[in-house]
């Protein structure tokens, strides 16, 4: 006589013979609130992929700002999912796709439309080398997330830069571009062979290991607390007086960061680390 199971326990068993991660969630309906980190990241990947509609258009002040609203957008996601509680795994991987696409396929696509072009398919290869290295930085990045930094690498530092700060920075020469237009003060900024060198540089250093200041751990001591709020309302201001300007300052300033990130990193982590491996050496 052959024994029927119930689907459900035959369910049940399949279910439990799969890994935890790979099991459907309850279809229990889910709060609104707790959709907001995954919403904030589905805008932000229309607006970075919107930004090459303005670039096909040739409203490359729009594609810029699409780009700054992502990045502003990616800031926000992690940080509601984290104050709400809504962390997940699907997140993370809808976060690192819409990192993909707003700050490794946008940004080169503009930069492509706005200057290698010229070079037929020699500019295109180049522009396929910083979306390489921005797909293995997030490959990286989601790696670490998972099995853990083997590196230990300290909270303080980035490992390389952002996905972010990586798409803004290769844009800077067309920030630049936009923010002297008018006062022909310089010209052939947006040239291949200055567009050439940024996406390769940028790309690089995106895969790279060279430490960068981490914005989420810095820590301001209460005494200059009001000077930081000064700075900022002055940076507000001058960003609603000359928006591109401001832009191509900060831009510029956030690379002249990357010595004493480098010479910080050395002093804290590097020089113990060797003067700890030669005194072992030597009670060996």
């Known amino acids: 006589m052959r024994i029927r199971r119930k689907p459900g326990r035959l369910k049940e068993r399949l279910s439990k013979s799969f890994p935890l991660p790979l099991r459907r969630r309850s279809n229990n309906p889910l709060n609104f609130t707790s959709m907001l980190p995954n919403m904030t990241t589905v805008l932000a990947l229309c607006t970075g992929l919107s930004s090459v509609r303005f670039a096909l258009l040739g409203q490359w002040e729009f594609a810029i700002i699409a780009i700054f609203a992502s990045a502003i957008m990616d800031t926000m996601d992690g940080r509601l999912a984290r104050y709400l509680g809504s962390t997940s795994r699907f997140g993370a991987e809808l976060d690192s796709l819409s990192d993909f696409i707003c700050f490794g396929v946008s940004p080169t696509l503009i930069i492509y439309l706005r200057s290698l072009h010229e070079w037929d398919g020699f500019g295109w290869i180049i ?104 700075g900022v309302a002055l940076v507000g201001g001058a960003l609603f007086v000359e928006p591109w300007i401001t832009l191509s300052a900060i831009s510029i300033a956030y690379i002249l960061t990357f010595p004493f990130s480098i010479l910080k990193f050395r002093k804290e982590h590097l020089l113990p680390m060797r003067k700890q491996t030669l005194n072992s050496k030597n009670k060996q």
């Open 127 to 230: 522009a396929l080398y910083f979306s390489a290295c921005m797909a293995l930085r997030l490959a990286r990045f989601n790696t670490v997330s998972i099995e853990g930094d083997p590196h230990d690498w300290p909270e303080t530092y980035f490992m390389g830069i952002p996905a972010p700060p990586g798409a803004i920075l290769v844009l800077t020469p067309l920030i630049i571009d936009v923010a002297f237009a008018h006062h022909n003060i310089i010209s052939h900024v947006t040239s291949p062979y200055v567009m050439t060198v940024t996406l390769i540089l940028v790309g690089t250093m995106c895969i790279s290991k060279v430490p960068t200041f981490s914005h989420k751990t810095i820590k301001i001591a209460p005494k200059y607390v009001p000077f930081v709020l000064i």
